[in-house]
C-alpha cells in the first residue's frame, strides 16, 4: 500500500517550512505594532455558523465544505474561513463588553475548502486574517487594509495593487437588487443553475460567478455605486480619504463583490500584478460586516476584516523572484574522530545548547571529511574538532569558518570564546 498526501493538500518540507515562519514572525511583528491580538478557535464548527453567515448561495457553503457528522449525531464544518468563528467567539464571550472597542484581533491557521487545486489553490491552506469588531469608524476601514499591506510590504512584495469598492449599506443595496433581477430576469434561463437560484436568494452573487463571467449581461449589469445613498456614499469618501491620508494608493472596481454574504459597505482586495502570477491573482480579501455579530445572536457590533493565505503570499514573492533570507542553521558544529572524543564531543554539545548556542554532531559514525562536509551544508559559522590529542591536553580546536583561520582553546575558556566570537 502506498500512502500519499491528500489531493490539495501539501507537506510543508523543513526546506520550505523556514520561509513559513519568517512569515510568521513578520505576521506577528506587524499585529503586534498595530494593537492586534491573536486569536485561536477550534478548526471545527457547527455547520449552521457557516450557512447562516458565509451565506447559502456561496460556493463555499454550496460547494465546498468539508462537513461531517459526529458521533453524537451534530454536524460539524472543518471551518473555511476565519470571521464566522472569530465572530462567533465575540459574542460567545461578550467581547462586546470590553472596555476597549474595537476589539482587534487576528488568527492564523490552518482553513479547509472542497476545490479544484490548481496553482494557490488549496484545500488545507493557512490563511492569516485580522478582524476589528465594534467600531464604525471608516479610519479602522483604513487601518485594517495597511495593516495587510505592511504585512507584504515587509514580506518583499512591491508588485501589488488595492483594489476597492463599497457594498453600501442595506438600502443600497436592497434598491441594486431590485434593479438587477430587473436586469437579469427576462435572460436568466442563459444562466448557470447556480445563478438561476442566486437570482431570488442573491442576485448580487451572480456578478461573482465563475461560470457566467463572458456573458454580457454581466458587463451591462446595473453597478452598485449608482445605488449608494448619501451615508454610504459619505462614509466611502471618508475610507478612501483616510487611505489617501496614508499613502496608499488605490483602484476602484464597482464590480468587486465579495465571495461571503456577510459583507456591506467597504469591500477590497489587494491582488499581485507580477508578470509571473498564475491566474488566481487575489492575495488578500477582505470587508467590513455591520451585521454580522448580530446574525449570530450577538449585539448590533460593526466589523471589519480579511482573510490572506500564506500560501499565495510565498506563491507572489517567487514570482516577483524575491525570497528571504535564510540565517545559518548552527553556530558550531562538533566534529570527533574516536570514541573518547565523541564522548567529550557529546558533553561540550550539551554546554553549548544549554549557553544558548546552536550546536549539533555527528550520530552516523562517519569519517572526519564527511563530518566536515555537513558543517558546510549546515553552514555552520564555526567547527570544533576533537581527537585523541585534544581529549588528553584538555583543548579543542576551534575553526572559524567565515575567514577559516584555527586556533586551540582550552575546555575551560571554549564557550566564552564562542560567544565572543558570535556577537
Ligand atoms: P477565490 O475567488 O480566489 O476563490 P475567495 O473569494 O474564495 O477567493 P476568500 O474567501 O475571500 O477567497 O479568502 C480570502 C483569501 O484566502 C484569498 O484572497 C486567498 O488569499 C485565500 N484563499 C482562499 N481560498 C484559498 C485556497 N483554496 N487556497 C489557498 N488560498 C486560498
Ligand atoms: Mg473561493
Redesign the pocket.
Given at each position: 500500500m502506498n500512502f500519499k498526501v491528500p489531493r490539495g493538500t501539501q507537506d510543508i518540507l523543513p526546506s520550505e517550512s523556514w520561509k513559513w515562519q519568517q512569515v510568521e514572525s513578520i505576521i506577528r511583528e506587524v499585529c503586534d505594532m498595530y494593537r492586534y491580538k491573536e486569536i485561536r478557535t477550534p478548526i471545527f464548527e457547527q455547520t449552521e455558523l457557516f450557512q447562516r453567515t458565509v451565506g447559502d448561495t456561496t460556493d463555499i457553503v454550496t460547494k465546498e465544505m468539508y462537513t461531517f457528522t459526529d458521533r453524537g449525531d451534530r454536524s460539524m464544518t472543518l471551518r473555511p474561513?476565519g470571521t464566522a468563528p472569530v465572530v462567533r467567539s465575540f459574542v460567545e464571550n461578550k467581547m462586546f463588553g470590553y472596555p476597549d472597542q474595537p476589539v482587534k484581533l487576528y488568527y492564523q491557521g490552518p482553513m479547509f475548502?472542497y476545490?479544484r487545486q490548481q496553482a494557490?489553490?488549496?484545500r488545507q491552506?493557512v490563511?492569516f486574517g485580522v478582524e476589528a469588531i465594534g467600531s464604525a469608524d471608516p479610519a479602522i476601514d483604513a487601518e485594517v487594509i495597511s495593516l495587510a499591506m505592511e504585512v507584504y510590504k515587509r514580506a518583499g512584495l512591491t508588485d501589488i495593487k488595492l483594489v476597492l469598492n463599497s457594498l453600501g449599506d442595506s438600502e443600497s443595496r436592497n434598491a441594486h437588487r431590485e434593479a438587477l433581477v430587473t436586469h437579469f430576469s427576462p435572460h436568466i434561463g442563459e444562466f448557470c443553475k447556480d445563478c438561476q437560484s442566486r437570482l431570488e436568494k442573491n442576485p448580487l452573487r451572480i456578478l461573482d460567478c465563475k461560470v457566467d463571467r463572458e456573458h454580457p449581461l454581466m458587463a451591462s449589469a446595473p453597478s452598485l455605486t449608482d445605488y449608494l445613498n448619501e451615508s454610504s456614499t459619505a462614509y466611502f469618501e471618508q475610507v478612501k480619504s483616510y487611505l489617501e491620508e496614508i499613502g496608499i494608493p488605490y483602484e476602484l472596481d464597482p464590480n468587486l463583490v465579495?465571495?461571503?454574504d456577510y459583507y456591506n459597505h467597504t469591500a477590497f482586495e489587494i491582488m499581485s500584478t507580477s508578470k509571473g502570477f498564475g491566474a488566481?491573482t487575489?492575495?488578500?480579501?477582505g470587508g467590513r460586516y455591520n451585521g454580522l455579530a448580530e446574525e449570530i445572536g450577538g449585539p448590533s457590533a460593526p466589523g471589519i476584516g480579511y482573510?490572506?493565505?500564506i500560501?499565495?503570499l510565498l506563491l507572489a514573492l517567487e514570482a516577483e523572484g524575491k525570497s528571504f533570507m535564510q540565517d545559518p542553521e548552527l553556530d558550531v558544529y562538533i566534529v570527533t574522530l574516536e570514541q573518547a572524543a565523541r564522548r567529550k564531543g557529546f558533553k561540550l554539545l550539551n554546554e553549548l545548547r544549554k549557553a544558548g548556542i546552536r550546536a549539533d554532531m555527528d550520530y552516523m559514525d562517519r569519517k572526519m571529511k564527511a563530518q566536515m562536509k555537513s558543517a558546510d551544508r549546515f553552514n555552520a559559522k564555526s567547527v570544533i574538532v576533537i581527537g585523541e590529542d585534544e581529549v588528553n591536553d584538555q583543548v579543542v580546536q576551534l575553526k572559524n569558518m567565515g575567514d577559516g583561520s584555527q586556533q586551540k582553546v582550552s575546555d575551560a575558556a571554549i564557550i566564552e570564546t564562542i560567544k565572543e566570537q558570535l556577537k
Open positions: 474561513e475548502r476545490e494557490g489553490r488549496y491552506f490563511q465579495r465571495g461571503l488566481i487575489t492575495l488578500c480579501g482573510g490572506m493565505s500560501e499565495r
